[in-house]
């Protein structure tokens, strides 16, 4: 079964300071790898994926195949970033989408 | 631009009641997801659709059932509601392809009394 991994539930950082979240996923496969965002009271909305090897909002996330992983990184954490995060997976194309338990961020001042 | 609209966004039921929520989307997507996310505990899938009159189970399908008639609507339905579906649950849509974005509802608080 497909499993998604986010061993930390809170992470708790300073403006300015730099913030890894952690994903680990199960497929051993060529899975495809989202991180998904929820800002207080919006909905669940895509924050990037890693085929496109984009950076938004100045996270980045790497695709690691030898330890399975998908940790996003943002070297400086803003006040905005406050939110709860999710990674997800999907084994092929459309293939139903598993997430992960959630990581909340909290960016203190 | 709806997107992905649930309704509705707030219910309480009494034990023993059923419900029906409801999902529609306006994207022409095929595929199509039910979550419901507990306090701490991420979101969970309950059934998913790969398109109109296909529907298979997630991780928690047990108390629900879904039904896809047209590619627009995606409902999920309650029976004999028991506390333990307290929740909030959220509708999804997808196009299928590489890469594909996932968009959500709003979500629907449901307590079940």
């Known amino acids: 079964a497909q499993r998604v991994t986010q061993p930390e539930k809170l992470l708790s950082v300073f403006k300015g300071a730099p913030v890894e979240l952690k994903c680990n996923y199960s497929?051993?496969?060529?899975?495809?790898l989202f991180w998904y965002v929820q800002y207080s009271r919006q909905r669940l909305q895509l924050l990037l994926r890693?085929?496109s090897r984009e950076s938004i909002k100045g996270f980045t996330a790497d695709l690691n195949k030898g330890e399975t992983s998908f940790h996003l990184k943002k070297p400086f954490a803003q006040e905005e970033d406050s939110a709860m995060y999710y990674c997800?997976?999907?084994?092929?194309?459309?293939?139903?989408?598993?997430f992960g338990g959630g990581t909340r961020v909290l960016v203190k001042p | 631009n709806a997107g992905v609209t649930q309704t509705p966004k707030f219910r309480i039921l009494k034990i023993g009641q059923s419900m029906t929520l409801q999902c529609a989307q306006d994207?022409?997507?095929?595929?199509m997801y039910w979550y419901r996310q507990d306090p701490g505990m991420g979101l969970k899938l309950i059934y998913y659709?790969?398109?109109?009159?296909?529907?298979d189970k997630g991780e928690v399908p047990n108390g629900y059932n879904v039904s896809r008639s047209t590619t627009e609507d995606f409902p999920l339905r309650l029976e004999l509601a028991a506390p333990s579906q307290t929740s909030v649950y959220f509708c999804?849509?997808?196009?299928?392809?590489?890469?594909?974005?996932?968009?959500f509802g709003q979500g629907t608080r449901l307590t079940v009394v």
């Open positions: 659709s790969v398109g109109a009159g296909i529907t």
């Open positions: 994207m022409n997507h095929n595929y």
């Open positions: 999804a849509s997808s196009s299928g392809t590489g890469g594909t974005e996932a968009f």
């Open positions: 497929y051993s496969g060529s899975p495809e």
């Open positions: 997800a997976q999907t084994k092929a194309a459309g293939n139903k989408l598993t």
């Open positions: 890693h085929i």
